[in-house]
């Protein structure tokens, strides 16, 4: 349930890993701050760490039960925030939560559910000991940029497929296999706008707010973040466009070819419909009439009707019908 649990310098450089059990001690020391990354922790490990860094009941109760909308939430000194994740499994897409604890000498990550682990973030910031020097809040800019940085591969893994797509979407044939991917596509796309929409808000408010936290040097950091969820944003919902003017011009399709059909069969059924017409005249058992009496009468009657089917098919032709 511990992926890391590492003390720093406020200068920026890595002391050491700890356990959990010495956060008190390294804490004791001047000028540190420890950054803690967990997995679905149980409640004995949470309670455990909202005793040594006095995190707030509701706090802990949210990042136990998961399934928390996405949110800034201000206790005391200290901010708790909730981002959603996702990951494309099997052209699928999975979401999962990660909630942070941010405080003056403190970062916490729990992570629930679909989510790569933040490792590299952690190896990235390190890289920077100048920009780590500003405390626990660059390690949130981390996080969450790493967090953004995962979500246009899944759009454009999207734009690939839908691409791959277009010979089945413009076939003669309806497949509804196609029209099937496309409709889950779409809901995937629906369910990852609904998670990262709300991120703008977040991310906003650790542009604006929060002073005491998140130094003036770092909100520039912030701002970036915010432009990235923007543009994910904005590419979410170009590919939801396309993907329901697939389905539209999929429906089109077929029901054009659909049309076409019946209006071939239409057009013989004319074709049928004169001699069945005549021909029953001579099937309802007359006593009287004049044409049986005539040796050309027979003949007479084959010339009209050849001559009557041929003009309804040349009258289809010309209108494209057959």
């Known amino acids: 349930m511990v992926v890391n649990c590492v003390a720093y310098r406020n200068n920026g450089t890595r002391l050491r890993d700890i356990n959990i059990d010495d956060i008190s001690e390294i804490l004791k020391e001047p000028d540190t701050f420890v950054w803690v990354g967990l997995l679905e922790p149980d409640e004995p490990l949470l309670l455990k760490l909202q005793e040594e860094f006095d995190l707030h009941d509701l706090a802990i109760e949210d990042a136990q039960q998961a399934h928390q909308r996405t949110k800034v939430e201000t206790y005391g000194d200290s ?44 190896h990235t910031c390190e890289k920077t000991p100048d920009l780590l020097a500003h405390g626990p809040s660059y390690g ?12 246009p591969p899944i759009v454009r893994e999207f734009r690939e497929e839908l691409q791959t797509l277009e010979n089945d ?17 779409q809901r995937d796309l629906m369910s990852l706008r609904l998670a990262v929409a709300p991120m703008q808000d977040v991310i906003n408010q650790l542009v604006r707010l929060h002073p005491e936290l998140i130094p003036d040097e770092l909100r520039v950091y912030f701002r ?69 009496e005539k040796p050309w009468a027979y003949p007479t009657i084959m010339v009209v009707v050849a001559c009557l089917v041929s003009t309804i098919y040349i009258a289809l032709k010309r209108a494209k019908w057959l």
Do not use: C
Not at 248 to 258: A, C, D, E, I, Y
């Open 79 to 122: 901010l708790f925030i909730v981002v959603q994740t996702a990951q494309l499994i099997s052209g699928h897409i999975a979401f999962g939560e990660t909630h942070i604890f941010l405080g003056q000498r403190y970062l916490i990550t729990v992570r629930h559910g679909a989510s790569l682990s933040y490792t590299p973030a952690r």
């Open 169 to 185: 979407i413009f076939a003669d044939t309806f497949n509804r296999n196609t029209i099937r991917r496309l409709y889950d596509m």
């Open 140 to 151: 949130l800019y981390g996080v969450l940029d790493f967090i953004v940085d995962n979500l």
């Open 224 to 292: 970036d973040v915010y432009d990235h969820v923007f543009r994910v944003n904005e590419s979410i919902s170009a590919m939801r466009e396309m993907l329901a003017a697939a389905i539209n011009v999929n429906l089109s399709l077929v029901t054009f070819g659909q049309n076409e059909v019946m209006k071939k069969l239409a057009g013989w059924a004319a074709m049928l419909a004169a001699p069945t017409l005549i021909t029953s005249w001579y099937g309802m058992n007359f006593t009287h009439m004049p044409e049986l």
